[in-house]
């Protein structure tokens, strides 16, 4: 008559899910009493899990763990691994997961006797674990069950027939307590009302409800009652519950007339409450109940007892004396079976019949830690022999047992911690199990799951006892300890190894096919079929090697080429014969070992190499390459010349070229030779290569003017010619080549500008760049007529910097040469005149006698002879017609005899030949300092102020200057000073000074160079050339210097014996003077240099072998007559 009540509002299930991801918590609320059978609700629809008959034809895959997200092709199981103390309650289908009802019926009566509440506080229910496996899927769930109290049990009264006595002189509204029902339902379905069934007019029933929330029945008087009348009453008492429909319980209710008894007892406190220990042994006295009674006699004897409706179990554990009123301790007291007994003591006089008082006591049995924790361990897989087996291949965290554990004390006497015996610390490391416990639900410390914590090995240990230990927090504390028996199940779960796992190995090239190479082995911890090994060669292993599957033996199948591949890496691979099968692998390193069976082979058959010309001997040319495909010795390469060669060797191991020469690119320009490499095997092979070495091209070589052939000579040019005339050719050639010998002419000086009243300022006269033709550049007028000077630079195509002469051209506009002489007397003042300056010729020059007296220097600078005899040198110079009248004394310093003398000595002292800026001096052992000779030449005619020198010595056979007035020593001293006095604003007139460079010029308005200084910026070549002019006299002096090993000369040059000194720090290298020679030819210049190149590279000691500097210094000037 219940089921459609429960079959229509059958359970909302109520999931919660926890935070961890393999715990839940599933409850369902049913009815109690449902049938054998009858579903309760779905695991895996409740918990999001995929059915798992899906997995069979649905598309998604299989059932899966955690929301709905399973892993197809996995099949999941659903195991009760909780027990009850009776037979289980509910059962969970293996592979649905559904929940049913078994043969034992859901009783709320028998899971919950008592109160519909648990002691707990909560509703009645059963829980169930549920593990979900596999573990990959693992998931523990808590299935609680809340049994829902039906009406299927009656009210009972403790007795069929009730016996109550009722004085007889009872007042009417007496009220008289009587024996309550009791029904096992709770709640609603509990007692709630009782009547009499059969009535009677002297009595009336209430019900009153009591402290403890229950229904009491009183006996109510409601008529007078005469015992000698009636002394007996038979009632019927009916009890009720609350149900749907309602069930009812009755009993006779006997209601006997007592004898008059005027008073009835009284308690002082009518409730007592009152703490006792659970352990307090019996007599411990609980409380004392005090009543009394104001008659007399027997009538005021109060006697106390239990009433019959205190439960029987607290009957049982608890008394009353009869004369004190004391209640004690009578048996066994449990606070975990009861916490709290109620007792209701009656006090009754001796009288006849007695009316009772009622008095109830509320004892609360204090906890103490008198149970140890239980321990129970539930296995997750159906223990095998007593123990639980689990793979070794188990990964850490597998699940292996369920471990419930409990404590029926309160507080923290059952706050209980768990753990596994020898895995905290307190154990040896190597003895430690590699099992943990970790609780099952976060908020939940009575329930764990033992699983695995580390690394399982069959081969290490097959079998753990795991003792699993419980402990509260009493004082003392009190534990309880379970232990599971767990076996290793063996597995595949060991690989075959090599060692080592890298294997090296070598095998000669060009072998005979089948040459072993090595024999592989393996190593695997299983056995039997597990630990059977079969061998295989890798993918990128080359196909001609073979191995055999069995023996592990490595050989050739064909000869190898190391210069193919001098090395092999592949795999190997070692497989066992386990389900499935493992394998392992080792990388093998094939080294093929060289035979020498290559030559040499040069980069390239034909090497070409290109060196600068003039570089100093041992210069590096190049260097050869040449590889070997063999390796090691085989492979060692040396260099040597196939013919000797005097002019080139060759580093034998880096293959390095070295000149054993300075090359000269006009002399030869290309080498060629034939070199072999070698390498060192046995037998050796060689390789030849054909190397040609080219000679670059230096712009060493500066122009040379071969016309005008020197700067005395003039052209005439008529007046009538027209613009564009050409009035002359300057002939010049470089022995250069290429870029380095292209000619360019620019005019860069001269007399020729515009002149008179005209607007047209241009030049007189033009150049071509590029043949050199000098022509008019406007027409000529009378205010032209006269000597023209014109400068132009030949300049070659050099790089970084070109060389370049000057050529001086001297044009003498008139329709007729008149007086040569006259014009050769102008064309001598125009060669002292600087190049820029115009006007008249100005003073004449001072004699002397013939010396090396042409230096630059200041204020009477000295000098020596070469090395013949000389005389006095003499003053030279122009001046401005302003003012070097005859006669005039222009304002100079007018210094003491005794100033004078004291400068001259300080002059000697310090060996300079002068102060300015750059000097040279032609002397014994270098006085002064030049920083080049080139410098030193262009300083001999460029000084701020503008003075001659003076040089002394003996006559010599050289006309180089001529010779001075004679006289006395007393007149040479009075033409000094004389001399001293004249205003000298003007440049010496010394001639081309070669230069290769550009010479900075000191600051002033007087410091322009004169012509000659500026007719040459060549080298010794122009200077050759310009020495057929005024009787064909050059002095050339040639220095070969050789460096000093580890020094550089910077104080001056050294001499051997008696020869020209040059001092300068800028001179690089510079020490020895070899010669000074005086040609009378141009043809001879190149033959003289050759001669005192070889002579200083073979010929002194010191030098012999080292790199030389050639330098030339050129010193030209006409000879007079009468010189």
Known sequence: MWAPRWTAALLAPLLLALPWGRADEVSYRVPEELPPGKLIGSLARDLGLREPSAAAGAAGGTAGAGGGGGATGVRLSYKVVSKSDGPPMVRVDNATGDVFTTEAPLDRERACPGPAERRDGTPCHVDVQVVVLPNEHFRLVKVRIYLEDINDNSPVFSAPVLNVTVPENSPLGARFPLPTATDADAGRNGVQRYSLARRDDAFALEVVDSADAEKSPQLVVRAPLDRER????????????????????????????????????????????????????????????????????????????????????????????????????????????????????????????????????????????????????????????????????????????????????????????????????????????????????????????????????????????????????????????????????????????????????????????????????????DSGANGALTYELGPRAPPV?????????????????????????????????????????????????????????????????????????????????????????????????VRDSDVFAINPVTGMIRANASFDRERVSAYEFDVRATDAGEPPRTATARVTIHVMDVNDNAPIVLMPATNSSFRVVSPAAGPGTQVAEIVALDGDGGPNAALAYTVVGGSGGGSGGGADRRPLFAVDPATGNVTLSRALGPEHRGLHRVAVRVSDGGFPEPLSALALLHLFVNETLGDAALVR????????????????????????????????????????????????????????????????????????????????????????????????????????????????????????????GQGTGRRTDVPVHRRGAGGGVRRRRRHRRRRR?????????????????????????????????????????????????????????????????????????????????????????????????????????????????????EGHPRTRGAPHHLLVLVLVAPLQAGG
């Open 981 to 1097: 006095r004249l205003a000298a604003h003007c440049h010496p007139a010394a001639q081309h000074f070669p230069s290769s460079r550009p010479q900075p010029r000191p600051p002033g308005p007087a410091t322009q160079p004169g012509p000659a200084a500026a007719a040459s910026s060549s080298s010794s070549s122009s200077a050759s050339s310009s020495s057929s002019a005024a009787n064909g006299a050059v002095v050339i002096v040639v220095l070969v210097a050789a460096p000093v090993a580890g020094a550089s000369v910077s104080g001056g040059i050294g001499v051997v014996g008696v020869g020209v000194g040059v001092g300068g720090g800028g001179v690089p290298g510079a020490e020895r003077v070899q010669a000074i020679v005086v040609v009378e030819r141009l043809g001879a210049l190149q033959r003289v240099g050759e001669q005192l190149f070889t002579a200083g590279h």
């Open 545 to 641: 090697l073979r191995l055999d599957r069995a023996t592990g033996a490595l050989t050739v199948s064909e000869p190898l080429d190391r210069e193919e591949a001098a090395l092999y890496r592949f795999t190997v691979v070692a497989r066992d014969g386990g389900s499935p099968a493992l394998e392992g692998d080792a990388t093998v390193f094939l080294r093929v070992l060289d035979r020498n069976d290559n030559p040499p082979r040069f980069a390239s058959r034909e090497f070409n190499f290109f060196l600068s010309e003039n570089l100093p001997s041992y210069s590096t040319v190049g260097v050869l390459s040449a590889t070997d495909a063999d390796e090691g010795r085989n492979a060692l390469v040396t260099f040597s010349l």
């Open 230 to 525: 009636r002394d007996a009453y038979e009632l019927r008492l009916r009890a009720e519950d609350g149900g749907r429909p309602p069930r009812t319980g009755t009993a006779v209710l006997r209601v006997l007339i007592g004898d008059l008894n005027d008073n009835s007892p009284a308690f002082e406190r009518d409730q007592l409450e009152a703490t006792v220990p659970e352990d307090a042994p019996p007599g411990t006295p609980v409380a004392r109940l005090s009543a009394a009674d104001p008659d007399a006699g027997a009538n005021g004897e109060v006697v106390y007892s239990l009433a019959p409706r205190t439960p029987p179990a607290s009957a049982r554990l608890f008394e009353v004396d009869p004369a004190t009123g004391e209640v004690r301790v009578r048996g066994a007291l449990d606070r975990e079976e009861a916490p709290v007994h109620r007792l209701l003591v009656l006090a009754a006089d001796r009288g006849p019949s007695p009316t009772p008082a009622t008095a109830t006591v509320v004892v609360a049995l204090a906890d103490v830690n008198d149970n140890a924790p239980a321990v129970a361990v539930h296995a997750i897989a159906a223990p095998v022999d007593g123990a639980v087996e689990i793979s070794e291949a188990a990964a850490p965290g597998t699940p292996v047992a369920l471990v419930e554990v409990s404590d029926p004390d309160a507080e923290q006497n059952g706050a209980v911690t768990c753990r596994v015996e020898g895995a905290d610390g307190g154990g040896p490391a190597a003895s430690a199990p590699p099992f943990r416990l970790r609780r099952a639900y976060p908020n939940n410390a009575n329930h764990y799951l033992l699983e695995t914590s580390g690394v399982l090995d069959f081969e290490a240990r097959r079998e753990y006892d795991v003792r699993v230990v419980a402990s509260d927090a009493g004082a003392p504390g009190l534990s309880g300890s379970a232990t599971v028996r767990v076996r290793l199940r063996d597995e595949n779960d060991n690989r075959p190894y090599f060692a080592p796992a890298v294997i090296n190995a070598s095998v000669y090239e060009n072998g005979a096919p089948g040459a072993a190479v090595l024999t592989l082995r393996a190593f695997d911890r």
């Open 825 to 948: 007397e102008m064309v001598a003042r125009s060669n002292r005149l600087p190049l820029d300056a115009s006007g008249p010729v100005g003073g004449g020059g001072g004699g002397g006698r013939a010396g090396a007296g042409v230096v630059r220097g200041a204020r009477g600078v000295e000098g020596r002879a070469i090395h013949h005899p000389g005389g006095h040198g003499g003053r030279g110079g122009h001046c401005d017609p302003a003012h070097c009248r005859r006669g005039a004394r222009p304002a100079l310093p007018r210094w003491s005899h005794k100033e004078r003398r004291r400068r001259r000595r300080r002059r000697r002292r310090r060996g300079v030949a002068g102060e300015g800026e750059r000097e040279l001096a032609v002397g014994v052992a270098g006085g002064a300092r030049a920083r080049s000779v080139v410098q030193a030449a262009a300083g001999a005619v460029q000084h701020r102020d503008h003075r001659g």
